[in-house]
């Protein structure tokens, strides 16, 4: 289509719509083949009784939507979004293939349009992102870019802190507002004074570890910078001090955790973090004294206490994002 006849279009539809809009009989039965040719097929907002009105929305539960097919439902939803300006129609063959693309799009879609802030193209891109960004929007879906990546983020930590405090290691606190280590852990001699120290950072999916103004993120100038940091933060706690000595010494065990989700599975990668000043190596074999997780977890059938505990904590740090979809 060239430029002039897509304006022409564009016109062509305003009209349609002020037309539809204060007078309904007026809109001619053709009048959706045409949109259909211009939007996509499934273009229906014409046909009064395919509206779906706010009071209507709000009413549905994702049990209704078993009565159709995704498509049509994403349709229908579509509809209703266009009729209460939640979205642009020219927008709507995009939205259309964002949320069919998604495995539970429907209801994505249904949730999203139920919220008033949310915006549903911007909804969709970020469940694109990865199934667990997906499985979040399904239980927030205003949450912007931003604000999934920190609550995926926040699950793959609380699986990661869960497996190792199951490994006999003791977490202390090592976060300093949004920042600083996301797994800080100890053992202890008969004393109660630190033996061994164990530094983790969680990531998710492809996330990677980034350059600081101290170096490398996970590297022994960085981990040096965020025990200082702590140590000032709490000058009444010893263990960021006795921490902090040990480090100095390079007496201490460094690990990046990337954490994956798909098909109802938890994949998991243990890598060791090699370092003496401000650069690092990641080597692939985690360690003789660091215990590997298990690198596959099936969430629905876990095969071993271990297991089960790691899918709890999954479940629950899911559940503190918001209440689960069924």
Not at 38 to 50: C, D, M, T, W, Y
Not at 241 to 249: A, D, F, H, T
């Amino acid at each position: 289509m060239s430029f002039a006849n897509y304006t022409a279009a564009v016109a062509l539809i305003r009209r349609w719509l002020l037309a539809a809009f204060l007078a309904p009989s007026i809109a001619a039965a053709g009048t959706a083949s045409i949109i259909e040719r211009i939007v996509g097929p499934g273009a229906h907002f014409f046909k009064s009784e395919r509206h779906l009105p706010s009071a209507t929305l709000s009413k549905r539960t994702v049990q209704d939507l078993a009565h159709a097919p995704k498509a049509k439902n994403i349709d229908d939803l579509l509809d209703g979004a266009i009729a209460q300006q939640r979205m642009n129609i020219l927008d709507r063959q995009g939205a259309r293939k964002l949320f069919n693309d998604l495995p539970s799009g429907d209801k994505l879609l249904l949730k999203c349009l139920q919220v008033q802030t949310c915006q549903p193209i911007e909804c969709s891109r970020i469940a694109h992102v990865s199934e667990l960004h997906s499985e979040v929007l399904l239980r927030r879906p205003d949450l912007d870019p931003i604000q999934a990546n920190h609550a995926v983020g926040a699950i793959s930590e609380k699986v990661m802190r869960t497996y190792f405090e199951n490994s006999g290691w003791i977490r202390i606190e090592g976060e300093i507002g949004r920042t600083g280590i996301d797994g800080l852990f100890v053992k202890r001699k008969a004393d109660g004074m630190i033996r061994e120290v164990l530094l983790v950072e969680s990531k998710y999916n492809t996330s990677t570890l980034s350059p600081t103004n101290h170096g490398q993120q996970m590297s022994r100038d960085w981990a040096l910078r965020k025990l200082e940091e702590l140590r000032l933060k709490h000058p009444n706690h010893s263990d960021y001090e006795q921490s902090e000595r040990l480090i100095e010494r390079g007496f201490y065990r460094a690990r990046l955790w990337t954490m994956r989700f798909s098909s109802n599975r938890i994949e998991i990668d243990l890598q060791r973090v090699h370092s003496k000043d401000a650069n690092i190596n990641l080597l692939d074999d985690p360690g003789n004294r660091i215990a590997p997780p298990p690198q596959v977890i099936h969430i629905s059938h876990p095969v071993n206490y271990l297991e089960r505990t790691l899918v709890r904590a999954y479940n629950n740090a899911l559940d503190e994002v918001g209440p689960p979809v069924h």
